[in-house]
């Protein structure tokens, strides 16, 4: 859906279901010299059950590695890796535009336990 879109095709309640959105802890920030737009690659951990997951991000403008280290972030963990330049995205970490329409990360405004589904 691009952003010009006001709403997206209708789905089903068991359509969401099929979205697994969890909360996890940045344990690690690096620098992506490689990737086409400025970006980050982040290291985060879901706790026992998923584990530590990677994900490319591009949420330079907003977040800062110092920032971002142990900061709880929302992500979905049940796409397909994808391959980005040199780096394998194991997980999609989620975020919305800011008025400049550069990424602001989705948080939860509170500590809650790593491995949390969105429901």
């Known amino acids: ?58 949420i330079t403008v907003n977040h800062s590695p110092e920032d971002l280290v142990g900061a709880l972030v929302m992500a979905v963990v049940n796409f397909p890796p994808r391959q980005i330049g040199p780096f394998m995205s194991e997980v999609l970490t989620l975020g919305v535009p800011d008025a400049n329409g550069d990424v602001m990360l989705i948080r939860p405004d509170r500590d809650v336990p790593v491995g949390g589904r969105l429901y």
């Open 1 to 58: 859906m691009d952003q010009a879109s006001t709403t997206a095709t209708p789905i089903t309640f068991d359509d969401f279901l099929k979205v697994d959105i969890r909360v996890g802890r940045i344990v690690a920030v690096e620098a992506f010299p490689q990737a086409r737009k400025p970006a980050f690659k982040l290291t985060i951990d879901f706790g026992p059950e998923i584990g530590t997951k990677r994900s490319s991000a591009q």
